[in-house]
């Protein structure tokens, strides 16, 4: 079967309560889940496969609409968030009027948090939650032979009498140093950047699948276990990036240091091969030591991210994170007397925070631990967390108002906010409030300007500080 893969506009996303000017500012990453896909399709050695990462090209809706023309494929795989909903359902009507006969299957984050109503429009013929390489693999071999996919498990899809059928939850995937690496040069690889990164080229890369922790505002650990490639696999991937001339990786783990001997064992394999490529990740706090991120800046990691969250004891408890603000501090000194550099993630708008006083504390917070980057977000309650359950129960939210979004989406849905104790409006304010208390001081402004090393360099951060002036 002839299959694009497509990563679609995001010309209709729906907004968040987070400032605007600072929203403007994101990451261009490569399609790490379509990367998957493709690669272990190649390896199949059965179908034409082809990845379109419209971001990256920066195409919209009826110039991705010729290249489909174009190639006139027998099936269109599309992946994102819940966010991208409205862009997606476009993207697959699009497809339709061109042929009927084209197959539209959706993969990807809002697939695996509602794959029921991702099969209420009719413009999807099948959907793969959670991993997909295995299964889509199954799907194009059922489809190609002219067989409904009714023997693959972990698959929604419309039979030909109009049916949804949806077969057994499949396995994850346990051992993940079988897959292929992501095949990168098939896409312009050099297109891709890292908005906090130093160098041009940026690259996103995939450890561990999986997160063991249960925050009450995340729906990750409902996907399955953590699972974890080795030290040795991984590296051999960031090697061949280095080979590629890729500048800088992110390892997008949800959590990458959830064992520190194996953070350990990769760092000493990085060492032995004298490879030199920068590289960051996203740390648990509890799980920091001093053994682990000085091993790490030894290896060529320049950043860490930490979900901080809340700036009190009683925030810290109500998300679950199993930490307290002491244990915050102790950890944070570990990260600064490393000279990595920090960035801390903040959420604005907590069950606790009854007050303006309760929402400063978690500025004033984010201030003492003076990280070199903070960002801060309104808290989203989404379906499928504690959070949501809590506020449905209690009736701070509204159980309908996400069903209506995804059954019927439209561009100006609004996702929920706690708005126990603040209005929506007042949340945002507060969120821009943080942004100047954090970033408009003597300090920190001379901080970035003692950092700048390009004309780029100088650019990209004017463009930010007058971004955050203006709020």
């Given at each position: 079967?002839?299959?694009?893969?497509?990563?679609?506009?995001?010309e209709?996303?729906i907004?968040?309560?987070?400032?605007?000017?600072v929203?403007?500012?994101?990451?261009t990453?490569?399609?790490?889940?379509?990367?998957?896909?493709e690669?272990?399709?190649?390896?199949?050695?059965?179908?034409?496969?082809?990845?379109?990462?419209c971001?990256a090209?920066g195409?919209?809706?009826?110039?991705?609409?010729?290249?489909?023309?174009?190639?006139a494929?027998?099936l269109?795989?599309?992946?994102?968030?819940?966010?991208?909903?409205?862009?997606?359902?476009e993207?697959?009507?699009?497809?339709?009027?061109?042929?009927?006969?084209?197959?539209?299957?959706?993969?990807?984050?809002?697939?695996?948090?509602?794959?029921s109503?991702?099969?209420?429009h009719?413009e999807?013929?099948?959907?793969i939650?959670?991993?997909?390489?295995?299964?889509?693999?199954?799907?194009?071999?059922c489809?190609?032979?002219?067989r409904?996919?009714?023997?693959?498990?972990?698959?929604?899809?419309?039979s030909?009498?109009?049916?949804?059928?949806?077969?057994?939850?499949?396995?994850?995937?346990?051992?993940?140093?079988?897959l292929?690496?992501?095949?990168?040069?098939?896409?312009?690889?050099?297109?891709?950047?890292?908005?906090?990164?130093?160098?041009?080229?940026a690259?996103?890369?995939?450890t561990?699948?999986?997160?063991?922790?249960?925050?009450?505002?995340?729906?990750?650990?409902?996907?399955?276990?953590?699972?974890?490639?080795s030290?040795?696999?991984?590296?051999?991937?960031?090697?061949q990036?280095?080979?590629?001339?890729?500048?800088?990786i992110?390892m997008?783990?949800d959590?990458f240091?959830?064992?520190p001997?194996r953070?350990?064992?990769?760092?000493?394999?990085?060492?032995?091969?004298?490879?030199?490529?920068?590289?960051?990740?996203?740390?648990?706090?509890?799980?920091?030591?001093?053994e682990?991120?000085?091993?790490?800046?030894?290896?060529?990691?320049t950043?860490?991210?930490?979900?901080?969250?809340?700036?009190?004891d009683?925030?810290?408890?109500?998300?679950?994170?199993?930490?307290?603000t002491?244990?915050?501090?102790?950890?944070?000194?570990?990260?600064?007397?490393?000279?990595?550099?920090?960035v801390c993630?903040?959420?604005?708008?907590?069950?606790h925070?009854?007050?303006?006083?309760?929402?400063?504390?978690?500025?004033?917070?984010?201030?003492?631990?003076?990280?070199?980057?903070?960002?801060?977000?309104?808290l989203?309650p989404?379906?499928r967390?504690?959070?949501y359950?809590?506020?449905?129960?209690?009736?701070?939210?509204?159980p309908?108002?996400?069903e209506?979004?995804?059954?019927?989406?439209?561009?100006?849905?609004?996702?929920?906010v706690?708005?126990e104790?603040?209005?929506?409006?007042?949340?945002?304010e507060?969120?821009?409030l943080?942004?100047?208390?954090?970033y408009l001081?003597?300090?920190?402004m001379l901080?970035?300007?003692?950092?700048?090393?390009?004309?780029?360099?100088?650019s990209?951060?004017?463009?930010?500080g007058w971004?955050?002036?203006?709020?």
């Amino acid at each position: 079967m002839k299959v694009l893969l497509v990563n679609p506009p995001r010309e209709h996303s729906i907004s968040s309560e987070v400032p605007t000017s600072v929203n403007a500012e994101v990451n261009t990453m490569p399609p790490l889940g379509l990367l998957y896909l493709e690669a272990w399709l190649a390896s199949q050695e059965r179908h034409e496969v082809r990845i379109l990462d419209c971001l990256a090209e920066g195409w919209d809706g009826a110039r991705l609409e010729e290249e489909v023309r174009r190639e006139a494929p027998d099936l269109v795989g599309l992946t994102g968030h819940t966010h991208d909903l409205v862009d997606m359902l476009e993207i697959s009507r699009r497809v339709k009027a061109l042929s009927p006969e084209i197959a539209v299957w959706w993969g990807g984050p809002h697939v695996s948090d509602f794959p029921s109503q991702t099969m209420h429009h009719p413009e999807v013929d099948g959907c793969i939650p959670d991993e997909g390489e295995q299964a889509f693999a199954e799907v194009l071999d059922c489809l190609a032979e002219g067989r409904e996919p009714t023997q693959v498990a972990g698959v929604l899809f419309r039979s030909r009498r109009g049916e949804v059928i949806q077969t057994p939850r499949r396995a994850p995937i346990r051992a993940l140093n079988t897959l292929p690496f992501p095949r990168r040069s098939v896409l312009d690889y050099r297109k891709y950047s890292y908005v906090l990164g130093s160098r041009a080229i940026a690259t996103s890369l995939l450890t561990s699948r999986g997160c063991p922790y249960h925050c009450s505002f995340c729906n990750t650990p409902g996907r399955g276990s953590w699972r974890s490639r080795s030290a040795h696999n991984v590296v051999d991937e960031m090697e061949q990036c280095a080979e590629l001339g890729i500048h800088e990786i992110y390892m997008v783990d949800d959590t990458f240091n959830v064992q520190p001997e194996r953070t350990l064992a990769m760092c000493e394999e990085i060492r032995r091969r004298g490879l030199k490529v920068n590289w960051n990740f996203r740390a648990r706090v509890n799980l920091i030591t001093p053994e682990t991120v000085q091993a790490a800046r030894q290896a060529g990691c320049t950043r860490v991210h930490v979900g901080v969250e809340s700036g009190t004891d009683e925030g810290l408890k109500i998300l679950n994170k199993n930490l307290d603000t002491a244990q915050v501090r102790q950890k944070f000194r570990i990260l600064k007397d490393s000279g990595l550099t920090t960035v801390c993630y903040f959420m604005i708008g907590c069950p606790h925070e009854r007050t303006r006083d309760d929402v400063l504390a978690t500025i004033d917070f984010a201030r003492e631990l003076d990280p070199d980057y903070a960002l801060f977000g309104v808290l989203t309650p989404y379906p499928r967390t504690a959070l949501y359950e809590e506020g449905v129960r209690r009736g701070i939210l509204d159980p309908g108002h996400w069903e209506r979004f995804l059954l019927e989406p439209r561009a100006d849905f609004r996702p929920q906010v706690w708005t126990e104790f603040f209005s929506p409006e007042e949340l945002g304010e507060l969120c821009e409030l943080a942004f100047k208390r954090f970033y408009l001081r003597p300090r920190q402004m001379l901080r970035k300007l003692l950092e700048i090393r390009s004309f780029q360099d100088l650019s990209r951060k004017l463009k930010a500080g007058w971004g955050i002036a203006k709020l």
